[in-house]
């Protein structure tokens, strides 16, 4: 235990201690009634605890929950530990060596459906939206610019669609060399946009194979890609392993910052308002303890709330956070490029992207099924789910997984509370987990939650509903 986290946890009981010896039990009681950590929702079952992350900007909402103090006002006394990878950090919370964790949104669809581990995994809270980006060397990134449209001021147009890294692809397919590309994790967001980027520029990513032993995703690809860590990214890249990646911040940032590469396209570009990260715990740690597992809903909610508040105002203050060791652990400047409302491609080119990474508005944090739902589609386009599966399946494993229920009830509590605001929230009332059909991709395609199967018909590139490699 950190001696910050002492002091805190010790303060707090010090506190109680002393007041049973001078009030007496019953005065106690009625201290503890007053108290916000003592709302509807019923104590802790569980009040130390252990959650883990990477080193990526998108981990800010357990930063600022814990830094601000809303862990603690719901008398939870949490320690923070980044893990070595995203591999690690599901194993530890399956274990049980952490009672949650910061997770890729591939994460606990992927283990639920026993993809690669086998565990029931569940989120209550989505973490932000958009943040990643995808960076190529400055040598393919000079290949691609002849195919690149170009504005009236000599800059690129965006987005770059991959249609533009064709060529460059066709040319090395030409020489017999592979191009090689990095994303973090098999069932990450990272590796679906990449994919879902390369396919819409007539690039083919690979299949997988599960059912033939085959997990390297690269049957019939043109691109060939490959897991490397986040922070690993730059260098990898520097060292002509790879030729780009899709990765989350500050890891494109740091590409331009040390002149190694250049950030061709965001997120938002591919997919607007993308879910990015989620916080996931083990079913059965859920199960054991609802409590606890809906005051870290509201403490992170608080945080998401604080990030996105005053316009942003809150950033610069949590880009000093974030640029400590103890959590990203990158420049202030690299970590300020992307966090407060800007984003810088090619080196010199920075441009307004207010929403880059967003925490709190637009609902970021509601666990939409139709969200997971668009993740378990592209584990059926690119074959890591082999067989063909209806809509209800889609369907019902994401109520298996998203849990709007918890998140609504950790919600309810804080607007009872005063601290925010009913509007401030979807209708719960009449909310159905699914929004609206959602028509800001590269590729013009509109995604209806609702069709899964339907959706799939409609892309050139990846597995049709009822194909089976």
């Avoid at 067989?387 to 919600?411: C, G, H, L, N, Q």
Wanted: aromatic letters at 12%.
């Amino acid at each position: 235990m950190s001696q910050k986290l002492l002091s805190k946890f010790m303060g707090r009981r010090s506190l109680l201690q002393g007041a049973v010896k001078t009030f007496g039990a019953v005065a106690v009681g009625s201290m503890l009634a007053m108290s916000t950590a003592q709302a509807a929702v019923g104590e802790p079952e569980k009040e130390d605890l252990k959650f883990g992350f990477i080193k990526l900007t998108d981990m800010a909402p357990l930063a600022i929950a814990y830094e601000k103090g809303y862990f603690e006002d719901e008398g939870l006394y949490v320690q923070l530990e980044a893990q070595a990878n995203w591999k690690v950090l599901l194993d530890r919370v399956i274990d049980g060596e952490l009672d949650g964790a910061h997770m890729l949104a591939g994460q606990p669809l992927g283990a639920t459906i026993g993809y690669g581990t086998q565990a029931h995994i569940i989120t209550a809270f989505s973490m932000d939206l958009n943040g990643n980006a995808i960076t190529v060397s400055n040598d393919i990134w000079e290949q691609m610019k002849p195919h690149v449209p170009m504005g009236a001021d000599g800059k690129p147009v965006h987005p770059i669609k991959a249609d533009a890294l064709k060529p460059v692809v066709d040319s090395f397919q030409a020489q017999g060399k592979p191009f090689n590309m990095g994303m973090v994790f098999p069932v990450s967001t990272h590796n679906y946009e990449l994919r879902y980027w390369l396919a819409a520029g007539g690039i083919h990513p690979g299949y997988y194979a599960p059912h033939k032993g085959d997990t390297a995703g690269q049957i019939d690809a043109d691109a060939l890609l490959s897991v490397t860590p986040p922070p690993q990214m730059p260098s990898t890249m520097e060292a002509g392993t790879i030729y780009g990646y899709c990765v989350g911040e500050p890891w494109n940032q740091q590409a331009v910052f040390k002149g190694i590469g250049v950030p061709v396209v965001t997120d938002y570009e591919i997919w607007k308002d993308n879910p990015e990260k989620v916080f996931g715990v083990s079913k059965g740690w859920a199960d054991e303890n609802p409590n606890t597992h809906i005051r870290v809903v509201k403490a992170m909610i608080r945080a998401a709330k604080w990030l996105d508040d005053n316009n942003n105002g809150n950033r610069p203050e949590a880009v000093e956070i974030l640029s400590r060791s103890d959590y990203v652990g990158a420049d202030y400047d690299v970590i300020a490029n992307s966090m407060t409302g800007t984003f810088e491609y090619e080196k010199g080119d920075k441009r307004a992207v207010p929403d880059f990474n967003v925490f709190f508005r637009h609902n970021a944090t509601y666990p939409y099924y139709s969200d997971a739902i668009w993740y378990l589609t592209q584990m059926r386009r690119w074959g890591q789910i082999a067989e063909p599966k209806s809509d209800d399946w889609f369907m019902d494993t994401a109520k298996k997984v998203y849990r709007p229920d918890i998140y609504a009830t950790a919600a309810k509590e804080l607007i009872a509370e005063g601290k925010l605001e009913a509007s401030e929230f979807p209708d719960f009332a009449s909310e159905t987990g699914y929004k609206a059909p959602q028509t800001h991709f590269i590729d013009n395609i509109t995604y209806d939650g609702t069709k899964p199967n339907e959706y799939l018909t409609k892309f050139k590139i990846g597995l049709k509903p009822d194909t089976t490699l």
